[in-house]
Each structure stands twice: as C-alpha cells, then as structure tokens.
C-alpha cells in the first residue's frame, strides 16, 4: 500500500507541469500587457457634443473578447449670479463589448445618457427662481476601435442612436447619431 501511494505520488508529479514542446508558437511569445484603463474625449456619442470618458476593459472568458464600462461627463455653466444663470450636464455610462483579435476591434453596447439642466433667473418681482430638469435617454452602439498592438493610443467611431420616451431633450422618438474618440490607455 505505502508503495503505491508513493508510484501515485510520483506519477502526479511527473506530469502536473505544463509541456513547452506542447504549445504553438503563438503562445510561447511574451504577451503584451492588456491595458485596462482608458481615458478618451468623444466628440459627439452619446454624451452630447464633447465629453471626457474613463473606460475599464475586462477580459471575457471568450477568447478576443472584452467588456468595456464607460462613464464620462460634460458639464457647461452659463450666466452669472446676479441676473441668473444656467448649467447643462451629460453623464453618459455604457457597457460595451469589444470583439476582434486583429488592430480593429467591433464595438457593441448599450448604455444611458442622464441629462440635466437647471438655473435660475430673476422673475418680475426680481426675485431669484430656479428651476431643475432630469431625464435619462437610452443609448445604442455600432462601432469600431482602432489600436496598433502594443501602442497605448486608440480611436474609436461609432453610431449611437438616441433612443427616448419623453420627446424633451430631442423632438423625435429616435434619433441617429454618430461619435468619435481619440484616447490613451495605461
């Protein structure tokens, strides 16, 4: 009994390591590090007109496969406070999944923009009223990603159809709208 436990010790050793004359050539080449960060300005999207974007890449267990989770913001003050003022903001968030093991990479998601704008202003009593609107519009995405391996810069482009129940922010139900971004990944 002590010596087949010992041949059964033995064996699992002999063969739990991993062959390198296995393995394709491919694999046996450094990989290069997965960037799971980004940081991006998008011009157009679905956060209005220009926003600032953090982005982090998880890879699926799909091989070339990764889920990219977006938010971004845009925040834009008008007026002063004694005749009144006005502020808009856009705080898009997303998740997206990145397809492809070549430089360009499909790019489908879905996501929410929050919208909302407020201020004040000074009624006929010049006294000071203000007023505050809120309102979340659905998001689609199409798009692509391009980034030459092992370099941290991207673009990506896209079309992001706004998609909204209440007709306030834009006068249709949808509403075709495209993006592009130039961003860095670390």
């Given at each position: 009994m002590k010596n087949a436990f010992l041949l059964f010790?033995?064996?699992c050793i002999a063969?739990?390591?991993?062959?390198f004359a296995q393995i394709s050539a491919p694999e046996t080449g450094?990989?290069?590090d997965?960037?799971?960060?980004s940081i991006y300005l998008e011009i157009g999207g679905n956060g209005g007109l220009l926003t600032l974007n953090y982005e982090r890449l998880i890879p699926l267990a799909a091989p070339h496969k990764m889920l990219a989770l977006r938010v971004g913001g845009l925040f834009v003050p008008s007026g002063s406070r004694q005749t009144g003022y006005?502020?808009?903001?856009?705080l898009p968030l997303e998740v997206s999944v990145l397809m492809g093991k070549r430089a360009v990479k499909l790019e489908l998601g879905l996501g929410t923009t929050i919208f909302g704008n407020g201020g004040s202003y000074l009624n006929n009593g010049q006294q000071l009223e203000s007023y505050h609107r809120l309102e979340a519009l659905s998001v689609l995405r199409v798009?692509?990603?391009?980034?030459?391996p092992?370099?941290?810069w991207f673009v990506?482009?896209?079309f992001t159809p706004v998609l909204q129940e209440n007709y306030t922010v834009i006068p249709y139900p949808f509403s075709p709208w495209a993006g592009i971004s130039v961003g860095y990944n670390f």
């Open positions: 010790c033995l064996f063969f739990s390591g991993r062959s450094a990989v290069p997965l960037y799971r960060n006005d502020y808009e903001f856009y798009g692509g990603r391009w980034q030459k092992g370099k941290n990506r482009v896209g």
